[in-house]
């Protein structure tokens, strides 16, 4: 996993809960902090971390995990090439990163393994789709499209269905809620 999802995990960690969470939940992970966000870590780390954010705050790894997804969102946004004709509403944004996110990314760090999305359905106000990812981060995604509905103005109504135990691949619906 690439580095810049730790650094920007142990920012909102700060900012949200205060540097002394931030530190306490570090001690809890045994971690020292150290990551570089062009680095190549354990996505294991990141999750160690979260069950010990979750132990210090006491929220659940789910709820931190969406949280986390919906604060990097603009982060990350602010680091991608301006792919104008991609940038217009939140469902064309979220194909745009299967679609050429994704490649990029795997273009310029070969050894990445980015989640997978197949996009089974798509209306004005509906999209249907399978997150498919080995890191079992489904929530992080959750976070990261409410994090672009609220980018584009728009509201969301999520709700996702495992697939598989693990969920490694799970189903998510997405209505737009027009106002």
Same mark, same amino acid.
């Given at each position: 996993?690439?580095?810049? =999802?730790?650094?920007?995990?142990? +920012?909102?960690?700060? +900012?949200?809960?205060?540097?002394?969470?931030?530190?306490? $939940?570090? !001690?809890?992970? %045994?971690?020292?902090?150290?990551?570089?966000?062009?680095?190549?870590?354990?996505? %294991?780390?990141?999750?160690?971390?979260?069950?010990?954010?979750?132990?210090?705050?006491? =929220?659940?790894? @789910?709820?931190?995990?969406? /949280?986390?997804?919906?604060?990097?969102?603009?982060?990350?946004? &602010?680091?991608?090439?301006?792919?104008? *004709?991609?940038?217009?509403?939140?469902?064309?944004?979220? *194909?745009?990163? @299967?679609? #050429? /996110?994704?490649? @990029?990314?795997? *273009?310029?760090?070969?050894?990445?393994?980015?989640?997978?999305?197949?996009?089974?359905?798509?209306? *004005?106000?509906? $999209?249907?789709?399978?997150?498919?990812?080995? &890191?079992?981060?489904? #929530?992080?995604?959750?976070?990261? =499209?409410?994090?672009?509905?609220?980018?584009?103005?728009? %509201?969301?109504? =999520?709700?996702? !269905?495992?697939?598989?135990?693990?969920?490694?691949?799970?189903?998510?619906?997405? +209505?737009?809620?027009? @106002?």
């Amino acid at each position: 996993m690439k580095g810049i =999802i730790f650094t920007e995990f142990l +920012d909102i960690v700060e +900012d949200s809960f205060g540097l002394e969470v931030c530190q306490e $939940m570090l !001690e809890l992970a %045994n971690d020292d902090g150290v990551y570089t966000a062009v680095g190549s870590y354990d996505h %294991n780390d990141l999750v160690k971390l979260i069950i010990s954010l979750g132990k210090v705050t006491g =929220i659940s790894t @789910e709820t931190l995990q969406e /949280i986390y997804g919906e604060a990097v969102f603009p982060r990350l946004y &602010r680091t991608l090439p301006k792919l104008d *004709k991609f940038q217009q509403d939140t469902f064309s944004f979220i *194909k745009s990163v @299967e679609e #050429h /996110i994704h490649t @990029e990314v795997k *273009k310029l760090y070969p050894d990445a393994t980015p989640p997978h999305f197949d996009f089974l359905s798509e209306t *004005k106000s509906h $999209m249907l789709m399978d997150y498919k990812s080995a &890191r079992c981060m489904s #929530h992080v995604c959750k976070g990261l =499209i409410k994090g672009c509905a609220k980018h584009f103005h728009q %509201n969301v109504q =999520i709700t996702m !269905e495992p697939i598989n135990k693990k969920q490694s691949h799970v189903r998510f619906s997405i +209505d737009l809620i027009m @106002e």
